[in-house]
C-alpha cells in the first residue's frame, strides 16, 4: 500500500496571520512522522489540512501520489485521533468503532467481525457493548485508535491524543501506539508539544515554531546535531553560552565567550567569522575535566538534585549569564559535592554544537 | 431548602416568599383548574336553580362534545393541525438553530437572535394581523408570485388551513429555535467532525449525531410549540377560514357567545388532557425524563 503523503508548497492563512509559510514535506508510507512545536505553531493547521478540515492557501496535499485537492474531508484515506478522543457518547463502543464501516454499508455480520478484531488489536476483548461513559481514560484512548483504524486508513493523524491521560498511562500508550503502528503499517502523523512523545515514538520528526519548519531529522539527530537555536532549545535540555565565531577549522568552530574563555564545538549551520553565535553543550555531555579536555569550564555548585541514578546539578560560572546545568552519574558526584563546591567540568567538542542567534524561543502557552 | 432560605434571608422573609408562593400555587394554579373541572361536571343553570333539585353533577357535557359530530371533527383536526405545526416548526428551526450553535460567529449569533426576537416586541395580534394582509388575496405574496411568473392567478392563502399553519409557524418559531440552539450547542464540534472523517456525510452525521444529542431540546420544543398551537385562539380566529376552526374557538363560543361556562369548561378540560397526554407521549418517544425537559 502506497501511503506516502507529499506536502507540495502548502501555507495557510487566516486574514492578516500567516499560521504556516509555505513548506515542502515528504513522509514516506508506514513511517511514524512527529510535528512538535509550542502551541500556535501551525503544527494543528497542517494535520486539519492533510485531514482535509481546511483548505490550505496554496499549495496541494497528495497521498500516496493522489491528489487530494478536489477530496473532501469525509473521502479521504486518513482517520483521525483526536485530542479529546471525541467518541460518540451515545453509542456503544462497538457502536463506535463501526461506524466508519456503516457510513460504507457494510454489513452487520461484518463490522462485526472487524469492531471483534480491532478490539482484541487493542487488548480490550469483549467490551463491544459498553457505554462510552463506563470505560477509563486508557480505555476510551484505545476505542479511539480502534475506531480510527476500522476504516483501514492509509494515513492515521493523531491530535495530541495522549494529553488527557495521566502520566503512567501516557508512557505505557506509546509504547502501545508504536506497536500498533508497526503492525498495521499505516502511516503515523502525530501531533505534539511533548517531545518525550516525539522523540521515543517517532521515525522522523519535524520541529515546528511560529508556522515554520525548523528542522525535518531522526529523534537522535534532533538531539545531536540541531540546526537551529530554536530546536537547540526545545528539544532536550541544552546549556548556552553566548559568544563570537572566532575562527573556522572544518567542521569545528572556535566560539570566544568573552571572560569565560575560547570553546571548540561542531558547526551546526554555516557561520562567518564574527558572527554572534550560541554555543550549546547538553547537562550530560559536561564531565569531570581530564588532561585532554580542549573545552573547560570551572564552575561553583549553588544547587544539588539527587535524582537516583543521576544528580542534576545547577552550577554558576562568574563570567555566563544563565546557570551552567550538569547531569552527572550518581556514583562519579554522589555524596561528593554540595552547595558550593566547585568543579572543573571538561566537554568534548563533538558533543557541543554552534548555532548563529536566532529570535527569542516562542515560549508554549501550555 | 427552608433552612438554606432562613440562613440567608431570616425567618419573616422566608415566611413572606413561602406564603407567595403557595399562594401563586394553589390560588392562581391549583384552584382555578379545580373550579373549572367542577363547572364541567354540572349542567348550565340560571342563578335561580343553583342548588336546586337540578344542580347536580352529571357528564352531560361530555356527552354534548362526543355526540356533536362538528365538534368532534373539529378536535381531532385541531390534534392533527397541531402536531402538523409542530413537525414544519421543527423543520424551519433546525437549520437555524444548527447554523446559530454550531457555525455561525458570535456576532452573527447576535445579529440573527435579534432578527428573530424583534417580531415578539409587537403584540400577537398585530403580527397575526399583518400576515393577514400579507397572505390576502389582493396582497404582497400573491404580486410578488405574480410578477416573478411563479403563478399565473392569484392564490387563496386564507381558504383552508394554510393560512393558519403558516401563521403558526411564524408565532413559534423562537420556541422551538431557542431549545434547539440551547441543545446543539452543547454538542462537541469535534464529534461532528470525527463523523466527518469516518466518512459521514451531511445526513447522516444529522442523523446520528447532532439530532440524537438535540433530543432533550426537540422534544422540549415540540411539546411547547404543540401546546401553543393547540391552544391558540388568535391565529385561527384571523386567519383561518370558516373551514379551519380551531377547538379553542368552539371553548370561546361556549363561554362568551353561548354563555355556557359549564360547557366551555368541559371542553376546555378535554383540551388540557389532550395536551398532557401529549407531553406523555413525547416524552416515551424521545424517552426522556421530565428533568431532561427542565434543562
Known amino acids: ?366 | 431548602m427552608i433552612k438554606q432560605l432562613t440562613a440567608r434571608f431570616g425567618r419573616p422573609m422566608t415566611l413572606v416568599v413561602l406564603l407567595l408562593l403557595w399562594f401563586w400555587l394553589i390560588v392562581l394554579v391549583l384552584l382555578p383548574q379545580l373550579i373549572m373541572i367542577d363547572y364541567s361536571f354540572k349542567p348550565n343553570l340560571i342563578p335561580s336553580q343553583l342548588g336546586g333539585p337540578e344542580d347536580v353533577y352529571t357528564l352531560g357535557n361530555y356527552q354534548t362534545l362526543i355526540g356533536n359530530d362538528i365538534h368532534r371533527t373539529i378536535f381531532f383536526k385541531t390534534i392533527w393541525s397541531s402536531i402538523l405545526v409542530t413537525v414544519l416548526t421543527l423543520l424551519v428551526s433546525y437549520p437555524v438553530a444548527y447554523f446559530l450553535a454550531q457555525l455561525a460567529t458570535a456576532k452573527q449569533v447576535m445579529l440573527i437572535a435579534l432578527l428573530l426576537v424583534i417580531p415578539y416586541w409587537i403584540n400577537e395580534i398585530l403580527r397575526t394581523f399583518s400576515w393577514y394582509l400579507i397572505l390576502s388575496f389582493q396582497g404582497p405574496l400573491n404580486a410578488l408570485l405574480l410578477g416573478l411568473g411563479f403563478i399565473d392567478r392569484p392564490v387563496r392563502f386564507l381558504t383552508g388551513d394554510g393560512g393558519v399553519l403558516i401563521g403558526m409557524v411564524y408565532a413559534y418559531i423562537l420556541f422551538m429555535v431557542f431549545p434547539l440552539y440551547n441543545a446543539i450547542e452543547s454538542l462537541d464540534n469535534n464529534q461532528v467532525r470525527a463523523a466527518r472523517n469516518l466518512g459521514a456525510g451531511l445526513i447522516r452525521i444529522h442523523w446520528r449525531i447532532v439530532i440524537p444529542h438535540a433530543k432533550p431540546g426537540i422534544a422540549t420544543g415540540c411539546i411547547m410549540v404543540f401546546m401553543l398551537a393547540a391552544g391558540s385562539y388568535a391565529v385561527p380566529a384571523l386567519l383561518g377560514s370558516p373551514g379551519s376552526r380551531w377547538f379553542t374557538q368552539i371553548i370561546y363560543n361556549w363561554f362568551f357567545e353561548g354563555g355556557d361556562w359549564n360547557m366551555g369548561a368541559a371542553y376546555a378540560f378535554v383540551l388540557l388532557i389532550l395536551c398532557i397526554g401529549f407531553i406523555a407521549a413525547v416524552m416515551k418517544v424521545f424517552r426522556i425524563g421530565l428533568g431532561d425537559i427542565g434543562k
Do not use: W
Not at chain 1, 563570567?319 to 567540568?345: C, F, K, M, N
Open chain 1, 1 to 366: 500500500m502506497d501511503s506516502r503523503v507529499h506536502l507540495d508548497n502548502i501555507s495557510m492563512k487566516f486574514g492578516d496571520f500567516t499560521a504556516v509559510h509555505p513548506l515542502d514535506l515528504d513522509i514516506q508510507s508506514g513511517e511514524f512522522f512527529s510535528f512538535l512545536g509550542p502551541s500556535g505553531c501551525g503544527k494543528t493547521t497542517l494535520l486539519n489540512i492533510v485531514s482535509g478540515f481546511l483548505e490550505p492557501t496554496t499549495g496541494s496535499v497528495n497521498i500516496g501520489n493522489e491528489p487530494m485537492a478536489a477530496v473532501p474531508a469525509n473521502k479521504r484515506p486518513t482517520s483521525m485521533i483526536f485530542q479529546n478522543l471525541a467518541l460518540f457518547p451515545l453509542m456503544s463502543v462497538a457502536e463506535n468503532i463501526e461506524f466508519g464501516l456503516e457510513v460504507r454499508g457494510v454489513s452487520k455480520a461484518e463490522r462485526r467481525k472487524v469492531s471483534d478484531r480491532l478490539l482484541e488489536l487493542v487488548d480490550l476483548p469483549n467490551s463491544g457493548q459498553y457505554r462510552i461513559d463506563d470505560l477509563s481514560g486508557g480505555q476510551k484512548q484505545r476505542v479511539a485508535i480502534a475506531r480510527a483504524l476500522a476504516v483501514e486508513p492509509k494515513v492515521l493523524l493523531l491530535d495530541e491524543p495522549l494529553s488527557a491521560l495521566d502520566l503512567k498511562l501516557r508512557q505505557h500508550m506509546r509504547t502501545e501506539l508504536k506497536e500498533i503502528q508497526r503492525r498495521t503499517e499505516i502511516t503515523f502523523i502525530y501531533i505534539t508539544h511533548d517531545q518525550g512523545e516525539a522523540l521515543t515514538m517517532s521515525d522522523r520528526v519535524a520541529v515546528m515554531s511560529a508556522g515554520r519548519l525548523q528542522q525535518v531529522d531522526s529523534p537522535i539527530e534532533l538531539y545531536r546535531k540541531p540546526k537551529t537555536a530554536f530546536v537547540a532549545e526545545f528539544v532536550g535540555e541544552n546549556n548556552r553560552l553566548p559568544g563570537k565565531v572566532v575562527s573556522i577549522d572544518g567542521e569545528q568552530v572556535v566560539v570566544d565567550c568573552g571572560a569565560a574563555g575560547q570553546f571548540r564545538g561542531q558547526m551546526g549551520t554555516r557561520l562567518e567569522p564574527g558572527q554572534p553565535c550560541g554555543l550549546y553543550v547538553r547537562p550530560e555531555s559536561l564531565q569531570a575535566a581530564t588532561a585532554e579536555d580542549v573545552n573547560r569550564l570551572d564552575v561553583s555548585v549553588e544547587t544539588v538534585n539527587f535524582e537516583g541514578a543521576h544528580l542534576t546539578l545547577e552550577t554558576r560560572h562568574a563570567q555566563l549569564p544563565t546557570q551552567i546545568h550538569v547531569q552527572a552519574d550518581q556514583r562519579a558526584y554522589g555524596g561528593q559535592v554540595e552547595q558550593g563546591s566547585t568543579l572543573s567540568l571538561g566537554f568534548q567538542a563533538d558533543e557541543t554544537v554552534v548555532l548563529p542567534e536566532d529570535r527569542p524561543l516562542e515560549t508554549a502557552d501550555d
